[in-house]
């Protein structure tokens, strides 16, 4: 189900739509627990701070998609700013398998994804931090 932000976002300008559908990609990637498609979405020096503080690379952000498994996962209230060519995307998730250590999952969380236009043309994700709603 979408959100009536995640729908904004995906209805004002074409940047805000085009990280939008970007934010989309990382989200069928999770719920398909195909790192493959996230993977080309991430600029090399990408950094991930996940919600137990952990910062990982580009590398090890992969490895750990890979390594989680997905039972569900749904984001919500998703919201897109941009600033020239930079692009603030925010909004929550709900997530429940496995993590990356095999542990079980049930997690709500709020994240920021900050993407940089890149010289190509494309757009590309260098910064994601994730931070834990306690319930």
Not at 5 to 20: D, H, I, N, P, R
Request: charged share 20%.
């Amino acid at each position: 189900m979408m959100s009536a932000a995640w729908s904004q976002a995906q209805m004002t300008g074409g940047t805000e739509k085009a990280v939008a559908g970007l934010e989309q990609q990382w989200l069928r990637s999770q719920k398909t627990n195909n790192p493959d498609l996230v993977a080309p979405l991430l600029a090399d020096k990408f950094i991930s701070t996940g919600s137990d503080g952990k910062v990982s690379d580009k590398g090890g952000a992969l490895a750990d998609a890979k390594a989680s498994k997905y039972e569900s996962m749904e984001y919500e209230d998703v919201n897109v700013t941009v600033f020239g060519d930079t692009a603030i995307a925010t909004g929550g998730s709900k997530a429940r398998g496995t993590d990356a250590s095999g542990k079980p999952m049930d997690n709500h969380s709020r994240w920021t994804d900050t993407w940089v236009k890149m010289p190509s043309g494309q757009w590309q994700c260098v910064a994601s931090h994730v931070s834990t709603i306690k319930m």
